[in-house]
């Protein structure tokens, strides 16, 4: 069975600070891994994907993720944060065999950027 | 483009009422459809999900179903309502290997 840790629960930051939100995941096959934003009572946002190929993932909003099969992790970047990336951040992960799609989720990462 | 519609967006029932929380997605055809549930401080929870219709997988035991009376509508149904059933609800569809993309949610609040 597939799980994802994110490993810290709350990450205070100060504004334009860089930031790197934690992800290991566990599974017997080879999988998808994604990186989802939530803000306040809105649904959830897809930043970035890895899929195959270059480990090293780009998306929106000036993030990136890099895959490290050996680590099993995918932990997620930003060089510089916002006020504006204050939310709740996601790593999922879903199994490639697998064709319905299901998305196995952690626990999620609270970002607080503070002035 | 593909939409997905969700609603309602807020939801406050008493206890042992029915409840219908329908989705619909527009622009693609055979999509997987999901039912997720976000629990106050948690993650994500997959409660069901469909890849045809009438096709309906359930994910864990619940007092909640689900039905896909069309290929692009995914309805999340209780006959009655339990507290517990309280919390935030999200549909979602996908393709085959892509990203899942979500609705805005409905906030279920059970009183």
């Known amino acids: 069975a597939q799980s994802v840790t994110q490993l810290d629960s709350q990450v205070p930051v100060f504004e334009e600070a860089p930031v790197e939100l934690r992800c290991n995941y566990s599974s017997s096959v080879s999988v998808y891994l994604f990186w989802y934003v939530q803000y306040p009572n809105q649904g959830l946002q897809l930043l970035l994907k890895?899929?195959?190929?270059?480990?090293l993932v780009k998306g929106i909003n000036g993030f990136e993720a890099e895959f490290n099969k050996s680590q099993t992790s995918f932990h997620l970047r930003k060089p510089s944060v916002h006020i504006s990336d204050t939310a709740e951040y996601f790593c999922a992960v879903s199994e490639k065999v697998d064709n319905t799609g299901k998305l196995i989720f952690g626990q999620g990462t609270t970002l607080q950027v503070k002035p | 483009s593909q939409t997905i519609h969700q609603w309602p967006a807020t939801l406050v029932q008493p206890v042992g009422s029915p409840l219908s929380l329908e989705c619909t997605v527009e622009?693609?055809?055979?999509?997987?459809l999901y039912w997720y549930r976000q629990a106050a401080g948690r993650g994500l929870q997959l409660l069901f999900y469909?890849?045809?219709?009438?096709?309906i997988s359930s994910e864990v035991p619940q007092n909640l179903s689900a039905s896909r009376p069309q290929d692009r509508q995914f309805i999340l149904s209780s006959k009655k309502l339990l507290l517990s059933d309280s919390g935030f609800y999200l549909c979602a569809w996908s393709g085959r290997d892509t990203e899942a993309f979500f609705g805005q949610g409905t906030r279920l609040t059970v009183v």
């Open positions: 469909s890849v045809g219709i009438g096709q």
């Open positions: 622009g693609t055809s055979n999509p997987n």
């Open positions: 890895y899929l195959s190929g270059s480990t």
